[in-house]
């Protein structure tokens, strides 16, 4: 039994060409809308079993309003976002908003039916793939810059850390001394616990480490008075 849906999307040769898709297939299209913010008002004017809506950039803020006012509006109408692959936060944000499957723009007309079935019957409709690459992502979030820059400079103590400027300034052994105040072989040390604390071989890797991850930014100056 087809669906009676709509098609809405802020591309209109994009809604248009899904929507005469999906005819061929048998569902009953009742629009094919654009842009997304207006066609919430038609779609809960019309009153679909499925609403298809395109987004182009899922975690960006006001993205999914049009959901949160179908389906505040019109609860018994099931929304899927067609969109790009999303960050664990478009995602959340989708269902969130009250969307019930989320399917990528790239999916094949298959795929977007399934979709349309199982949102229709009340199942969560979303790609096992792209739950398990969100969870993946949630239980082991990439370490930005500043977070990395913050996670290393707790390692180092407040001379470590002086020594870590200077010697991203390119200052070598007998430079760090005298500039310290300290015998050169204290400084030797000093440098290699800096090497061993960071994880790296060489000063010109501690030094590129230390200003790809903002850590030189933390350290509140080159620490000379």
């Given at each position: 039994?087809?669906v009676?849906l709509?098609?809405?999307?802020?591309?209109?040769?994009?809604?248009?060409?899904?929507?005469?898709?999906?005819?061929?297939?048998?569902?009953?299209?009742?629009?094919?809308?654009?842009?997304?913010?207006?066609?919430?008002?038609?779609?809960?004017?019309?009153?679909?079993?499925?609403?298809?809506?395109?987004?182009?950039?899922?975690?960006?803020?006001?993205?999914?309003?049009?959901v949160?006012?179908?389906?505040?509006?019109?609860?018994?109408?099931?929304?899927?976002?067609?969109?790009?692959?999303?960050?664990?936060r478009g995602?959340?944000?989708?269902?969130?908003?009250?969307?019930?499957?989320?399917?990528r723009?790239?999916?094949?007309?298959?795929?977007?039916?399934?979709?349309?079935?199982?949102?229709?019957?009340?199942?969560?409709?979303?790609a096992?793939?792209?739950?398990?690459?969100?969870?993946?992502?949630?239980?082991?979030?990439?370490?930005?810059?500043?977070?990395?820059?913050?996670?290393?400079?707790?390692?180092?103590?407040?001379?470590?850390?002086?020594?870590?400027?200077?010697v991203?300034?390119?200052?070598?052994?007998r430079g760090?001394?005298?500039?310290?105040?300290?015998?050169?072989?204290?400084?030797?040390?000093?440098?290699?616990?800096?090497?061993?604390?960071?994880?790296?071989?060489?000063r010109?890797?501690?030094?590129?480490?230390?200003?790809?991850?903002g850590?030189?930014?933390?350290?509140?100056?080159?620490?000379r008075?």
């Amino acid at each position: 039994m087809g669906v009676r849906l709509m098609v809405v999307d802020d591309h209109r040769l994009l809604a248009e060409a899904l929507a005469s898709a999906l005819k061929l297939r048998g569902h009953r299209v009742l629009a094919a809308a654009a842009p997304v913010a207006g066609a919430a008002e038609l779609v809960v004017q019309r009153a679909p079993e499925v609403c298809l809506l395109g987004t182009a950039a899922p975690a960006e803020p006001g993205a999914f309003d049009p959901v949160v006012r179908i389906k505040r509006e019109r609860p018994q109408v099931a929304v899927v976002v067609l969109g790009p692959v999303p960050s664990p936060r478009g995602i959340a944000a989708a269902f969130a908003a009250g969307a019930s499957g989320y399917v990528r723009h790239d999916e094949r007309i298959e795929g977007v039916e399934r979709a349309m079935v199982k949102a229709r019957a009340g199942e969560a409709a979303v790609a096992p793939q792209l739950l398990q690459g969100a969870f993946d992502e949630l239980l082991n979030p990439p370490v930005q810059p500043d977070d990395e820059g913050r996670r290393l400079l707790r390692m180092l103590t407040p001379r470590e850390a002086e020594v870590l400027v200077r010697v991203a300034e390119g200052e070598g052994t007998r430079g760090i001394a005298a500039g310290m105040g300290i015998a050169p072989s204290t400084a030797r040390t000093h440098v290699q616990r800096v090497l061993m604390k960071l994880g790296v071989g060489s000063r010109l890797e501690a030094a590129a480490l230390a200003a790809r991850t903002g850590l030189l930014d933390r350290t509140g100056g080159p620490g000379r008075r």
